[in-house]
């Protein structure tokens, strides 16, 4: 598989041979929706609390009497039948909703994922990614010119340089091959990675 390699300008300068198992795998929808799902779920903080029929406030005194008045029966307002009742099944902080991903699901995701960036011309490969200062109007200059306005830049070498220079840019997501999820890599349109990053993914998902 070749990928495209550009230049500081944003124009083509050459190809490079990258690992078809990564790049030039057939895309599997219900395996990436599975994986983004479950990525979501593992996220959540399981913080949310709700109050059950004991512990909603309330009083235990009868509204009206049980026959007679035409009404439906009623024991005590804390039903969960009632305006300001309690819940049935409430939610608790203790909720888990972590979904298992195989590690071989996981891989087989990111190289989907990979191979149909490169199939939409989403993925643009560079030799190396730096700045002289931490200055975020050096990176916000250097993408201009790529033509990148909201890009994933993957590098094999996050330097405190960079990290400082492009953490007031909102459209901009710098992370370590290692660091690279499913999430980030499918959110941003374009992606961009240095040569080196390519080969520690082969490396790592090769």
Not at 32 to 48: K, W
Not at 100 to 105: E, P
Request: aromatic share 6%; no cysteine.
């Amino acid at each position: 598989m070749e990928l495209k390699v550009i230049n500081e300008e944003g124009q083509a300068s050459a190809r490079m041979n990258a690992s078809d198992g990564l790049f030039a795998r057939d895309y599997n929808e219900p395996l990436v929706h599975q994986l983004v799902v479950a990525y979501q779920a593992n996220a959540r903080s399981g913080n949310r609390a709700q109050l059950n029929r004991a512990e909603v406030r309330h009083s235990t005194k009868k509204p009206w009497r049980q026959k007679g008045t035409g009404r439906a029966r009623a024991g005590m307002t804390s039903s969960p039948l009632w305006r300001g009742g309690g819940r049935i099944f409430p939610n608790s902080p203790e909720e888990n909703f972590t979904q298992k991903i195989n590690r071989k699901m996981y891989r087989a995701g990111l190289a989907t994922i990979l191979s149909q960036l490169v199939r939409e011309d989403r993925l643009a490969i560079i030799e190396e990614f730096h700045v002289g200062a931490p200055k975020t109007r050096l990176v916000a200059e250097k993408l201009k010119k790529m033509g990148l306005d909201s890009v994933l830049l993957v590098t094999d070498d996050l330097n405190e340089n960079l990290m400082l220079a492009t953490r007031n840019l909102p459209n901009v997501l710098v992370l370590e091959p290692r660091q690279a999820d499913l999430l980030s890599l499918i959110r941003f349109p374009k992606v961009l990675m240095t040569k080196g990053a390519v080969s520690k993914l082969e490396e790592m998902f090769g």
